[in-house]
């Protein structure tokens, strides 16, 4: 079934000049980027985003952290996108998550794990919404969608 799904990289991947190798990544597994953009994150639009952690004693230093530098906010498209990057991804701490997934190559700690994706529908959705505007998207065909994805 194909979705939409909310990743970014956040400043710790972009600072250490890592996005075009994750980017690749996503495109090599034949997902579809069909918005990007490299932005600094408002304290607000930190703090909406990352409102259910609110009430956690990391969110400060979580806030503080992804506003400290530019961030590359994307769009992906794919058959079960969601759960795919996720598993992409890997686990929130780099040191469990497994050698070959983006915090497993890259990732130091908790606080600095590279990569942030939606975990659901809903988060995707309300994160999509929250960085994008839909005049943004690019619908597109990918010239090897037919051999990518089998025929339903």
């Known amino acids: 079934m ?23 990544r996503f495109e090599k597994r034949g997902l579809k980027v069909i918005a990007a953009k490299t932005l600094m994150i408002s304290e607000d ?18 806030i503080s952290y992804i ?33 070959g997934t983006i915090r497993g190559d890259y990732g130091i700690d908790t606080g600095r794990n590279i990569v942030h994706a939606s975990d659901s529908e809903e988060s995707a959705q309300r994160e999509i919404n929250l960085f994008f505007d839909e005049t943004e998207f690019c619908d597109y065909e990918l010239p090897d969608e037919d051999i990518i994805y089998e025929e339903p």
């Open 2 to 24: 194909k979705q939409r799904t909310f990743t970014m990289l956040k400043p710790d991947a972009v600072k250490r000049r890592l996005t075009g190798e994750i980017l690749t």
């Open 67 to 99: 506003t400290s530098g530019p961030v590359f906010a994307m769009v992906l498209e794919g058959d079960d996108v969601i759960s795919l990057v996720r598993k992409m991804v890997g686990a929130t701490n780099p040191k469990e998550a497994d050698i």
């Open 45 to 62: 639009l930190a703090k909406t985003h990352y409102g259910e952690h609110s009430d956690k004693p990391f969110f400060n230093d979580l």
